[in-house]
């Protein structure tokens, strides 16, 4: 589907207000803790206090002659998944059975008729644990003689002899390493670590679950995959997934972390026995220590460079723990590592590595940033030691259309050529490093994603269109879809209205995630305004009596197509819709589909920084982020992906960390200790939006939600070091790791 | 565990409700007096989505006793916009993209009608300071100080 | 769980030495408040003395501010004399969470949370402040110093509790100054902190000198820098030797917040910083 010509747009590209402004703005939205239902019960979950234990036994009888407790559930009452070892996993991450692996994994619920009766009553319920070895750090679980987390995880892929705790195996590239290092003027071998992060949505996990005597249910939660979510309560609750109807709630935040079932399967259980609905929220210490971080993981990069600034060979270990869990997380960064690069020689291995800590989920881009930071920061060094230009050397090694990718991909127009060469043109490259300061520079990369995808667009007969599509929106993305349908048909954008549909009403989504919904289900719903143009182009047709060949579609009506195909004024999509009743029914469009051609992103950071000498506090004094987004549909909100994004990657880079006690205890699970950036933190976030369009889509867009927390941590790691004139190999670098360095010890 | 009869004002109208005296006055806004625009990201201070005014201050309800609101003046976000006239700050955060999820939002808009009250032409720095308890993890802040600032430039006009 | 708002000194004293259970004193609550969530305590009665006569005023006496147990600290930023005569009290007091804590919290409730970290203190004690005890047995003046003992314990009786703390009066050229060390912007409890409070001579050479630490030790540490600061000018030797002996009496501990080498290193850098914020105010 290529694009013969930039194509001029009347809608998409505009700034006009979302759908769901007023509301947000006025408190009326709905989140997920935000509806009660009559006889309503309030749930609390309660957690493990060891990070690696036996359960020998539960006795909730204490709990249960407690007034006001109407049900409790345990592992006993989720029936065992069998045959599916991914599902099985989440359903004992929602609820251990015979051992907790983690700190914060739930053993036991409780539904009462008031909040604080529940929270008495988890309080009661007795657990005897025998208490096991645990090992919490990445490098310790791989090493010979670590605690053993799970026996038998281990895939085949695994060389023998290895550490029982790692589970997984992968090596991608292409090329003659050997021959690549020869070349090289200048080779360095590094090692980084990155602490395990928390998304931080600001909304906890919420939901109000409801299921009767005869096997029914209702959900309603804040996700962002309510179809995936359908699919794993019935599967965790042993019933059929039609059973199960499940409505988005608004949506607080997820940034990835909302693609996985927590607090679901057990309201829903808690609701079948107790025969009444259960509202089930998690305190912000629970969504620390009981829901997804992202990977711990340690890292070693091998670069080779030419005096004049040409990579000859890169090598990177990825060695990624994502908890108790198989993760294929490793595979992402080991993909995306080198991606940025046209080279001949690559290699990457990831290994995935079991550790006592919660079950790792998606934090935008999952797998990358961490890797991307190794390499970015290699190639920095690199630059540091053979005094290049450290953007003159992206430009210089740059992927382009046609280049292999390190994960064997052959790359299709992109931007990350434009995106290097204009910020080498930005003002901010070009201003003098302000006294005291110094600058940074990385890339960044996501692969983008298409996935499962169904929307449904019905015409009224009031020439409104009602788009249904079943995305959580998490950024704005109703506003885009709107958009989009407004440019197909031609109608002004304030007579599009976009809903997410319910699990009842829409075919299968897949979750909100992998920067997929503006563009996947913007092209569904393309696809589905062009199936009901071309049923008013009929209508119009059989109206005038010509051909429906000889109609076409021309700003918002059906004209006739040439001069042979007779003389009518045109009809607009209003005046059909109007006679639809008369012209043989309602007219809708329709699109069910497997989007791919997603089209990969790229993005390039700078910061300026100014670090405290005598204490290590980075203060982060100009940020400005070059991204492509194909074609930006609502620049406010690809703007605001691109700010968003760069200020968690800023965080990741500057102060959250997990911080666990040597019993494995997570030490800091709130918002005081776990340091995501404030308002007073941050300057104003520079933006620049490059269009290269993506062939894959009709109007050329991309995805542009998960890049921009790529290239922070080695922006910084790069400012930083250069600021210090020591560099650092480990995030966060918080001002004690900062100070250290610089005085040397 | 004996409730007490709390008499105050929300948002102009005289309220009352039983309050056990454990309980939070978030949780009285929001399940006894059905006002959920005053959202709970921590229950710890911390995040400042649960910002309200208590007798001419902004404070996170989610540390107030509900009990403590006898004879209390409170505002809520659901008091904000006068009917259906959305107040500048409002309207500037639609039209200058400040929310993403919007959860934040209410705390946010609540805590910046103070500022703008207190301080009608606050500069980028007062802002991000008077600002700095509330936690906004979707837009990295830049659209948030834009609007404030924007909205106050046209309350000043 | 009950709670009670009682409306003289006497019967709030009377309410704490007459419960059986455990009874705790409520300010601004934004400290308790979290302790209540977290299970941490679990009181049998609150005693909130927010409506106490006068606990919400600051009041002029005898050329100092007499500060009620229940004056938030976003007050005492609004006080143009207070601010001017005790800028590094302030400072220190406006430091303590966001906007919204601000609304709530006090100097009292600062000062009896006993945290080794807690902001208000360090500068309470440089300034000398002395808080007023109301308990069963009447009223008594207490150095701040001596009312936290360690962590979350303090000096106070059964049935006692501060009704307001003392600023004193100001001789001309003196002022104080707070700083402290936290990763972030705001949002942060204190890795370490240093008070100082001066007070020049009429040609600007260094006649008092007061310097209290925090979140380096159990409690508050006033450290004793005459020999360092008095009769110089606070030229660089005598910034160093400030620094050396904040550093040499720190005796800090490693925790999620920080180091012990930082907070060793950090807290001297501080003490200079803030002393010599506190000369130029005072020189001014
Ligand atoms: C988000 C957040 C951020 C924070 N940031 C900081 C910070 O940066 N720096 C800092 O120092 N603190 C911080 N704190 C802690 C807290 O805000 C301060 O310690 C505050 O000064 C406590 O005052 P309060 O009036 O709210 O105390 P309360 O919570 O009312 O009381 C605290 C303790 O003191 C006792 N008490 C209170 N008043 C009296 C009295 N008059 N007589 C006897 N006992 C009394 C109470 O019984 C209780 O044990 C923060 C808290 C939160 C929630
Ligand atoms: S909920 Fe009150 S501050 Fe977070
Ligand atoms: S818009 Fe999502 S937290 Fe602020």
Partial sequence: MALDQPRKFKYVGTRPARPDGIDKVTGRAQYGNDITAPGMLWAKVLRSPHAHARILSIDTSAAEAL???????????????????????VQLNCMATTHVWYEGHAVAAVAATSQA??????????????????VTDVDAAMAPGAPVVREGQTMENVPAGMSANVTYHSEFGHGDLAAGFARADKIIERNFRTAATHQGYIEPQACLASMTADGRGELWTCTQGHFYFRTACAAILGIEASALRVTASEIGGGFGGKTQVWAEPVALALSKKAGKPVKLTMTRDEVFRGTGPTVTTSITCKIGMT?????TAGEATLRYSGGAFHTGTCDMGAMAAFASYDL???????????????????????????????VESTIDELCQLLNLDPLDVRIKNAAKAGTKSSYGVVFEEMGLLAALKAAKAHPHWNSPVPEGASRGVACGFWFNFGGNTCVSLNIGTDGTVAVSEGNPDIGGSRASISLMAAEELGVPYEKVRTVIADTGTLGYNDNTDGSRVTFAVGLATIRAAQEAKKDMMRRAAAIWGIDAEAVEWVDGAAVPAGPNAGKFPPMTLAEIAAQSFQTGGPIAGHCDFQADGAGVSFGVHIADVAVDQETGKTKVLRYTVFQDAGKAVHPDYVEGQMQGGAVQGIGMALNEEYIYSDKGVILNPGFLDYRIPVASDMPMIETVILEIPNPGHPYGVRGVGETPIVPPLATLTNAISRGIGKRLYELPMSPPRVLKAIKGH | MTGTLVTSKVNGDEVQFIADPG?????????KLNLMGAKEGCGTGDCGACTVTLNGRIVCSCLVLGVEAEGATIGTIEGMADGNRLHP??????DHAALQCGICTPGILVAAQKLLERNPDPTEEEIRYWLAGNLCRCTGYDKIVRAVQAAAAQMRA | MRYARPETPAEASRLLAAEPGLARVMAGGTDLLVQLKSGLVEPDLIVDIKHLPGAAMITREAGGFRIGAAVPNQALGEDRDLVAAWPGVVEAASLIGSTQVQGRATIAGNLCNASPAGDSVPALVAAGAVARVTGPNGERDVPVQQIPTGPGKTSLARGEFITSILLPARPARAADAYLRFIPRTEMDIAVCSAAVNLELDGKGVVARARVALGAVAATVLEVDVSAALVGTRLDDAALDKLAKAASAAAKPISDKRGTVEFRTHVVGVLARRAARIAYERAAR
């Avoid at chain 1, 690559?346 to 590595?353: A, K």
């Fill in chain 1, 67 to 89: 007034p006001g407790v109407r049900a409790i559930v345990t592992g006993a009452d989720f029936p065992p998944i069998e045959g599916d070892a991914g599902m099985r996993d």
């Fill in chain 1, 117 to 134: 009766i529940a929270n008495k009553a988890a309080r009661l319920i007795k657990v005897e644990y025998e208490i096991l070895p645990h």
């Fill in chain 1, 307 to 311: 005096k004049d600034g040409r990579i």
């Fill in chain 1, 344 to 374: 001949d020689a690559v290699r990457t291995y990831g290994w995935n590595v079991l550790t006592n800590r919660p079950k790792e989920i998606s934090y935008r881009a999952p797998g990358a940033p961490q890797a991307i930071y190794a």
């Fill in chain 2, 23 to 31: 309980e939070t006055l978030l949780d009285v806004l929001r399940y």
């Fill in chain 2, 89 to 94: 700050l409002q309207q500037a955060f639609i």
